[in-house]
């Protein structure tokens, strides 16, 4: 057994990735006693969780590993480990691109890690294992850590909804929910160590089924009742979501529980029909908009945020407008959006990319331009409003403040006290910036 080892990880991506890597670093300090370290050069490991969803993120791959190549002609015994999606889709390509790669795994074979630590400890040879697993990775992760009082649940992992532009399917593979029973303990370990507000994780949380004891089927929504039921927990979030899978006995659990915080994350990727069916979607605009009215008739004041996708292939300037109109026919909250990156060995890939760079970047700018009015535009209407915070800690910018974020997640900053730190409570919105918002304490 390895001691006083010290592990130096980054993460790339998603908030699951975020929630792996975490784990990751659980397992290893229970079984090698790992301790962190911020500093890549007194590593004894250098571990990568990628991501691979556009082609940027997959770059930043190699150009990470070419630093690390250079700390391991220093010091070769430093062990690399490269997981995530990247290693799913590309394997033994990160080797032979990279040859001083020690171990590669997969998003559902990081619970083998140690086993891997120890066979390279014996034997220098690369070891790649990114095999898919059902729930042997969920059964294997070590008890939670909370890191304050909001915590991550990864409750299904995979997808099976195959949009044409999107590689995650053949990454994460197919969806494996976990037993409910498992999401619960994980919740009920988490409020121990003063956890009150839980953010559920998966590819499409929407998709969730599990059986209960007497065999019936737990699904989306039942957890969310399950989960609501536990005291100690006053918020729940849950991201993200798909359309065709946000079904009526969801938006019912609105009405059901305050405790769903009046946000909501739901992508709908384009504002034309004609992308949406290319995309293979699954929905139109006016099934979206139906939602979303079913879900405003129970929430009128409910903020919703999504993510676009410019320049898919074949999308004209009057599918691009159609977008633009969405943004504000919806009124969506902040959003994302993205230029389509081509991934190879999706359906999309084959299609033809008649849009030049150029357009993209314009179609983009633009887009992006409007998402930030909109944001602006909810956050000011947001001035003068008593809003609920979960004070997380002290503020990153200024550590004489503490900050919370309001349900629709617009971080507040504001003069505070220590004994504040996991408690909700309630500020008046003073000043709005950029990117965060000020408060002040209600007396
Ligand atoms: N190109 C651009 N954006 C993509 N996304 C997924 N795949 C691609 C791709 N190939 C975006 C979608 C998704 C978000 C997580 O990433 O908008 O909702
Ligand atoms: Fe990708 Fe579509 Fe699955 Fe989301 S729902 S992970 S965009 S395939």
Redo the contacts with the bound molecule.
């Keep these: 057994m390895l001691t006083n080892k010290k592990l130096y990880i980054k993460t790339f991506g998603c908030q699951m990735n975020q929630y792996d890597s975490s784990k990751i670093f659980s397992l290893l300090k229970n079984s090698h006693g790992f301790e962190k370290t911020e500093n890549a050069e007194e590593a004894d490991i250098l571990l990568l969780n990628t991501c691979s969803?556009?082609e940027k993120s997959q770059e930043k791959v190699f150009h990470q590993l070419g630093r690390w190549k250079k700390i391991k002609k220093i010091n070769p015994n430093i062990i690399i480990c490269v997981g995530g999606c990247v290693a799913s889709q590309e394997g033994k390509i990160i080797y032979q691109r990279a040859k001083y790669v020690d171990i590669i795994f997969g998003p559902q074979t990081l619970h083998r890690l140690p086993n891997m630590i120890n066979e390279i400890n014996k034997k220098r040879s690369l070891i790649i294992d990114i095999s898919f697993t059902k729930n042997e990775k969920f059964n294997n992760f070590p008890k939670p850590h909370a890191k304050g009082p909001t915590a991550f649940v990864t409750i299904i992992e995979g997808c099976n909804k195959y949009c044409s532009?999107?590689?995650v399917p053949y990454t994460r593979g197919k969806e494996v929910s976990r037993p409910y029973k498992d999401i619960l303990f994980e919740i009920a370990q988490l409020t121990k160590q003063g956890v009150r507000e839980i953010n559920l994780l998966g590819q499409n949380v929407n998709a969730y089924h599990s059986k209960t004891i007497n065999g019936d089927n737990c699904s989306f929504s039942k957890l969310l009742r399950l989960i609501s039921k536990i005291n100690e927990i006053d918020r729940i979030r849950f991201t993200t979501n798909h359309p065709i899978e946000f079904t009526e006995d969801i938006i019912e659990v609105y009405n059901y529980t305050h405790k769903i915080v009046n946000h909501l994350h739901l992508?709908i990727?384009s504002g034309s029909d004609k992308i949406l069916k290319k995309m293979k979607r699954g929905y139109t605009v006016f099934e979206y908009k139906n939602i979303i009215n079913k879900l405003r008739k129970i929430r009128p004041n409910i903020s919703i945020s999504s993510?676009?996708?410019i320049g898919f292939p074949g999308e004209d300037y009057d599918d691009f407008k159609k977008t633009i109109d969405i943004i504000s026919d919806i009124n969506f909250d902040a959003s994302y959006s993205?230029?389509?990156?081509k991934?190879p060995g999706t359906p999309a890939s084959k299609l033809k990319d008649n849009i030049t760079q150029n357009e993209k970047k314009q179609r983009l700018y633009l887009i992006q331009k409007l998402i930030n009015q909109q944001t602006m535009k909810y956050s000011k209407n947001m001035l003068n409003s008593i809003q609920k915070i979960l004070v997380e800690g002290v503020s990153r910018k200024n550590t004489n403040d503490f900050f919370g974020r309001t349900e629709n997640n617009r971080i507040v900053n504001f003069k505070g006290s220590i004994d504040m730190v996991g408690n909700f409570i309630n500020v008046k919105i003073i000043n709005i910036l950029p990117n965060s918002l000020r408060g002040e304490i209600l007396t």
């Design positions: 969803i556009r532009y999107c590689i992508p990727q993510d676009f996708i993205f230029i389509y990156s991934r």
